[in-house]
Every structure is written in C-alpha cells, then in structure tokens.
C-alpha cells in the first residue's frame, strides 16, 4: 500500500505530556500538508511542508505546536505541554508538487485525546 | 478571507434517488476543488477533482460541476445506494494546494 500512513491512529496523553504525530507521505511526494478536525467542526489548514522547510505554517497555533519534515523519514507533528482542547483527529496529506494540477492524498488520522 | 459553506448539513433519502450536494466558496480565485467522502471515524477519500479550468468531472455515478464565477459546485450522485452514506466534503484549493474546506454534509441513504 503506497498511501499515506499515519501513526499512531489513536493517542491518549494526559494534559501537560507532549504528543508527537508522525506522518509517511506516498512515496515519491514531497510536500506534505497537515489539517486539525475539531468535535463536530471542519478540516482547517495548520502547515504545509516541503523536505527540510516550513513553507506555511499560518494555521498552526504560535505556542505549544511544531512541524518537522526532515530529510529522511516521517513528517512529525510535535505538540507540547498538551490541554484538552487539542483534542481532535489530525490529517496529514501529501501530493508530488504543489502545483494546483495534483490531488492531494490523506491519511486515516492520528485521533488524539487528551484526559 | 477564504469561506466555504455546504448544504444541506444534513441530508436523508431513500434509496435509488438522485441527489444534489451544494459548495459555495466566496473567492473565487481558487486553482481547483475537491469533493471527499468521509466515514465516521476513518480518513478522507478523494472522489473528484475539478481543475478552475474546468466545467465538470464524472466517475461512476459522481458527477461534479464547477461554476468559479458564482463560486459554486454540485456534487450529483446517481442512483443512491446506503454504501453511500457518509459525510461528503468540498474543499477549495486557495494556491500551493493549501485546501479551505466546508463543514460537510452528512448524508444517510435508508435501504
């Protein structure tokens, strides 16, 4: 299976411990895009990353939250020092470029639930 | 400010209808749209993708049109079938594929 694999699919963590969402894009793209999905809201952007580069992180929250795509390996979403309203499902998604020409491919979701 | 808005939010019919799925973004500078399905507690599964360029695209019994002036899409299902049932999302590609997207509409399909 060449899609997007996320781990892990569901994360428990108590307030204050940090969480860390990994993210594998299919295989040959090299932009990846994370999105948050709040109770009962819509998809919002947080980050779009090329290998190595934050090109838009203007959904990202300013604290707490970072996004990483380094050159070998997974994309990780890091949040630290968690509280319950970061509970959610985060997306990742990729596409080969990001001309407008390319869908973009999603992941199942890491379902984070903070107690 | 980019806005995308979905009606119905919510949509039962029974089986065999055709059905019509509303997306209305407020700018209209867009590079293409999306239509997802989602299942509950699953991922996105991408159903069609209209380039700006472009008027309408068809798989299966999807069909789905794309009017960028009045910042509008419809997303036509033929022939509903209760597999059918789940949350279908439109999203616009507002450049550098960063995607805005509407609340969705949640459909059920009763055999």
């Known amino acids: 299976n060449a899609g997007v694999m996320q781990n892990p699919r569901h994360l428990v963590r108590r307030r204050g411990q940090e969480a860390r969402l990994r993210c594998s894009p299919v295989k040959g793209h090299s932009h990846v895009y994370w999105y948050r999905q709040l109770p009962e809201e819509g998809l919002k952007f947080m980050v779009y990353?090329?290998?190595?580069?934050?090109?838009?992180e203007s959904g990202m929250p300013k604290e707490r939250f970072s996004a990483e795509f380094p050159k070998e390996g997974p994309s990780i979403l890091r949040i630290q020092q968690v509280v319950r309203g970061d509970s959610a499902a985060y997306f990742c998604?990729?596409?080969?470029?990001?001309?407008?020409?390319?869908?973009?491919?999603f992941g199942p979701g890491t379902r984070l639930t903070v107690t | 400010k980019q806005e995308v808005t979905q009606i119905p939010a919510a949509l039962s019919v029974p089986e065999g209808e055709n059905l019509v799925l509303n997306c209305s973004f407020t700018?209209?500078?867009?590079?293409?749209l999306q239509w997802f399905r989602q299942d509950p507690g699953k991922g996105l599964t991408s159903l069609l993708l209209i380039q700006s360029s472009q008027r309408e695209q068809t798989s299966g019994r999807l069909n789905a049109s794309l009017d960028k002036s009045s910042g509008r899409s419809t997303l036509y299902i033929a022939a509903s079938q209760p597999g059918d049932s789940a949350t279908y999302l439109c999203a616009v590609n507002t450049g550098f594929q960063k995607l805005v997207f509407g609340t969705g509409t949640r459909l059920l399909v009763s055999p």
């Open positions: 990353l090329q290998k190595e580069n934050i090109i838009d």
């Open positions: 998604a990729s596409s080969p470029n990001d001309r407008g020409f390319y869908e973009q491919y």
């Open positions: 700018d209209s500078a867009i590079y293409n």
